[in-house]
C-alpha cells in the first residue's frame, strides 16, 4: 500500500501544475522577501508563460493526438475467444448504484467491450480493476463493471473479474493467469491509454487486438483557442502515460513500440 501511494504521489508531483505552482509561489516569496530579485523574476515569468502555453490547447492537443493516433478504432473484431476491459476506476459508495460508482472513463470502455463481446458470443469478457489489500467484500471497480455488464445481456458465467490490480501492469499480470499466449485477445481501454497497455500487455506474450476508445481530442471550433483547464488536464494526462511507458520499459515490464500504419 505504501509503495502504492508513493508511486501515485511521485507521479502526481511530475505534473506541470505543480511545478508552475512552485515557480509562481518561489517568485512571490522571493520578491516579498526582497531577495534575489533577478531570480523572483524569471521565476515568476516562466511559471506564467508555462502556464499560457499548457493552457492553450496547441501543444496539449499535439501530444495527446500523437499518442491518441497509434491505433484505429476497431469495429469489426476478428474472432477472438477474450474481450478484456481495463477498469479506470470507481466511486466505492455503497449507498450509489453500480452504473453512478463507476468513473466516465469506466463506462466509456464497458460499453466499448460490451458492443464488441455482443459481435462474439462465445468469448469471455474479462472486467479488471482493484484497490490495495482488496478482500472478499472490498468493492471494487472490476466487481461493478460486471454488475453493469451483466444488466447490459452479458452472460454472468461468460465474465471474470481481476478484482487485485491496482495499475496497468498488474492487470497485465491477472490476464495472462487466464489468457495464454497465442490466444486472440481484445484489449479495450481509452485511446489514450492505449500504446501503453498494449505494450505491456505484448510483453506477456499475449495476442493483442486494440480496441480504442474515448478519444479526447476532436476537431477544433471557435472558442477552443482560448486558454483552458481543460487543456493543462489534456497535457497531464498525455505526460502520464510518456512517463508511464517509459518507467516501465526501463524496468523491462514492456516491449518496443509496434509497427502501425
Avoid: C
Avoid at 508513493?6 to 511530475?14: F, G, I, P, V
Amino acid at each position: 500500500l505504501m509503495s502504492f501511494q508513493l508511486t501515485k504521489l511521485a507521479a502526481a508531483l511530475l505534473m506541470p501544475l505543480p511545478l508552475i505552482l512552485g515557480l509562481l509561489i518561489l517568485g512571490l516569496v522571493l520578491l516579498y522577501l526582497n531577495r534575489a530579485r533577478r531570480l523572483s523574476l524569471v521565476a515568476l515569468t516562466s511559471g506564467t508563460l508555462l502556464l499560457l502555453l499548457l493552457s492553450v490547447p496547441l501543444l496539449p492537443r499535439q501530444a495527446a493526438t500523437a499518442i491518441e493516433n497509434d491505433y484505429p478504432r476497431l469495429w469489426m473484431p476478428p474472432d477472438a475467444s477474450w474481450v478484456v476491459v481495463l477498469g479506470a476506476g470507481s466511486r466505492p459508495d455503497p449507498s450509489l448504484s453500480p452504473v453512478s460508482r463507476l468513473s466516465t472513463n469506466s463506462l466509456h470502455r464497458l460499453a466499448e467491450g460490451v458492443r464488441l463481446y455482443r459481435q462474439l458470443p462465445a468469448a469471455t469478457l474479462i472486467v479488471t480493476g482493484g484497490v490495495p489489500d482488496v478482500t472478499e467484500h472490498t468493492l471494487t471497480t472490476a466487481d461493478d463493471l460486471a454488475t453493469v455488464a451483466a444488466s447490459w445481456g452479458v452472460p454472468p458465467e461468460a465474465i471474470l473479474r481481476a478484482r487485485e490490480p491496482v495499475n496497468t501492469e498488474a492487470e497485465a499480470d491477472a490476464v495472462a493467469r487466464w489468457v495464454k499466449p497465442g490466444e486472440l485477445m481484445i484489449l479495450v481501454t481509452s485511446a489514450l491509454h492505449m500504446r501503453r497497455a498494449v505494450a505491456l500487455f505484448d510483453e506477456k506474450g499475449l495476442a493483442v487486438v486494440p480496441a480504442p476508445t474515448q478519444g479526447l481530442v476532436s476537431d477544433g471550433v471557435v472558442g477552443n483557442q482560448i486558454p483552458r483547464s481543460g487543456n493543462i488536464s489534456l497535457m497531464e494526462r498525455s505526460l502520464k502515460e510518456i512517463i508511464g511507458l517509459w518507467w516501465a520499459r526501463l524496468r523491462g515490464e514492456a516491449t518496443a513500440p509496434r509497427e502501425t500504419e
